[in-house]
């Protein structure tokens, strides 16, 4: 099997100090979480970015000062700036990051419900920002939130409106109002996916690290991280991203599975090398 490609979504737009004081809003705050999931094995990190008083924002010179601070401590990480935002911005806002020289960044599959909001997703804002990346030379990382989400995306890349093969999948489970996070699911979405495809899990809340076994156990990638998840474990609070990082590795050492370094994670996920 190959190495485990870990991802930690360090940020969010979602969740707050109040939630849980380590999440990270200033430039220094975020290069502090980054590094702690890389230095714990952490190949991937997925970006959000804050103004200061922890607003969420899209801004592209934000998301440089960043990504360039990041690089500085983290030289070889592959970083997948979010597209997604926060609900409720526009698709432009939600672009900006897509203007940098980056690798990877996410393509969200579809409208759904988001806890009491719509997160809002139609198939011609997809098409737009499928374009883009292929525009820009960007692989996406396609984030599915519903089964349904995965016949949209390849109903696009059929008719080359995004970018196809080797695609690489985050199946989102357990938000409030979509596909609730069951290793029945599980199964379902990792066998509907094109063959030569990879794909991560992101199980919400207390459902994190029970889906993460399954997912290693599987094949499949894992992402942890405080835009999913605050919790180490009932009741008590993570102290980092790296330490949800570090538990990954831990189940993955028990089932036998190996961690994948950012060199290697390209190679899985077809990136170039750098
Ligand atoms: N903040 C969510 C509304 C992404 O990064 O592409 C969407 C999200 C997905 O986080
Ligand atoms: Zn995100």
Redesign the pocket.
């Known amino acids: 099997m190959e190495k485990l490609i870990i991802t930690a979504a360090i940020c969010?737009?979602?969740v707050t100090k109040e939630h849980n004081p380590a999440v990270p809003y200033t430039v220094d705050e975020i290069v502090r979480e980054a590094k702690s999931a890389y230095d714990a094995g952490a190949a991937i990190v997925?970006l959000?970015v804050r103004e200061d008083d922890g607003t969420p924002t899209q801004s592209k010179a934000r998301f440089k000062e960043c990504i360039d601070a990041i690089l500085k401590v983290c030289p070889d990480v592959i970083l997948i700036p979010?597209?997604?935002?926060?609900?409720g911005m526009t698709a432009e806002e939600r672009l900006q990051p897509t203007e940098l020289p980056i690798e990877m960044a996410?393509l969200?599959c579809g409208t759904c419900n988001?806890g009491d909001e719509v997160?809002e997703n139609t198939m011609p804002l997809m098409r737009d920002f499928g374009k883009r990346m292929m525009e820009n030379n960007i692989k996406p990382e396609y984030?599915c939130f519903e089964m349904g989400h995965l016949d949209s995306i390849l109903h696009l890349v059929k008719r080359g409106q995004a970018p196809g093969a080797p695609m690489q999948f985050n199946f989102v489970l357990g938000v409030l109002g979509c596909t609730s996070a069951t290793v029945g699911n599980l199964v379902w979405m990792a066998n509907a996916i094109p063959a030569g495809s990879t794909w991560t899990v992101t199980g919400i809340g207390r459902h994190e690290f029970a889906l993460a076994a399954p997912a290693i156990v599987m094949g499949g990638h894992v992402r942890v991280g405080f835009?999913d998840n605050l919790y180490l474990e009932k009741g008590v609070l993570a102290k980092s991203n790296g330490e949800l990082v570090a538990k990954v590795v831990r189940i993955a050492k028990e089932l036998g599975r190996e961690i994948a370094n950012p060199t290697e994670a390209r190679q899985i996920l077809g990136l170039k090398a750098i």
Do not use: I, K, Q
């Open positions: 969010g737009a979602e997925h959000h979010s597209t997604g935002g926060a609900v996410t969200d988001f997160f984030e835009e």
